[in-house]
């Protein structure tokens, strides 16, 4: 089992929708949780960190439940230039290497 | 930016060669990584560093070795390349404090 799974999507979504994407962990020490924005064959950037109280900027709201070991990204009224693959990232902080554990990502298409 | 630079961008290398890989930062930050990405396993860690001489491996560090005898540069060498090892390889720094990582342009690398 992948310590992080993600549907891979793609998802395609016309411009102005709200789409929702999901993660689950495995591990449950997990400590720090992240969203990662990837453009095609770029370098993965930090797009947000989740909190357990949940968070927010813009139209990007995250959200972590523990007990479920699931993670949300909520995209409110999508923009083509939303379009990328958005990866779900763990870290293991107490492991002293605080090395991120990425999932495989999950593709959105936003249409005009 | 925090200022970090992979190089080659591009290789091509045959079978049974050594290949080795640069990455350099300018911000003195002590952590420093290397992951490489392949369509449908996302990012994993290979090696890790958290200062001059320690390193460490990560989940698939089998075939590389790391240097790291400065703090601005870790190397990642394939000491006999493999077509398994072809992958995009990216190179990533963690501000000791700072969330989230940052990520350099990324290395690609064919073994033929």
């Known amino acids: 089992r992948k310590e992080v799974e993600q549907d891979p999507g793609p998802f395609n979504v016309p411009e102005g929708a709200t789409v929702a994407f999901n993660c689950t962990y495995s591990?449950?020490?997990?400590?720090?949780f992240f969203w990662y924005r990837q453009d095609c064959r770029k370098e993965p950037k930090l797009l947000m960190s989740?909190?357990?109280s949940g968070n927010e900027d813009g139209r990007f709201t995250a959200q972590l439940n523990r007990a479920s070991q699931y993670i949300s990204l909520l995209i409110r009224d999508s923009k083509l230039s939303d379009s990328a693959t958005y990866l779900c990232v763990v870290n293991l902080s107490d492991t002293g290497r605080r090395a991120l554990t990425f999932g495989s990502g999950t593709r959105l298409q936003v249409q005009p | 930016d925090a200022g970090i630079t992979q190089s080659p961008r591009h290789k091509v290398t045959e079978t049974g060669t050594p290949v080795t890989l640069r990455c350099h930062q300018t911000?003195?930050?002590?952590?420093m990584y290397w992951y490489r990405q392949d369509p449908g396993h996302g990012l994993r860690l290979i090696h890790y560093s958290y200062g001059v001489k320690d390193t460490d491996k990560g989940e698939v560090s089998d075939g590389y070795s790391v240097s790291r005898s400065k703090t601005e540069d870790f190397l990642l060498t394939l000491e006999s390349a493999t077509s398994s090892q072809t992958s995009v390889y990216f190179c990533?720094?963690?501000?000791?404090?700072?969330?989230?990582?940052?990520f350099g342009s990324g290395t690609r690398l064919t073994v033929v």
């Open positions: 591990n449950s020490a997990s400590q720090s």
């Open positions: 911000e003195n930050h002590r952590y």
């Open positions: 989740v909190y357990s």
């Open positions: 990533a720094i963690n501000k000791q404090g700072a969330e989230g990582y940052t």
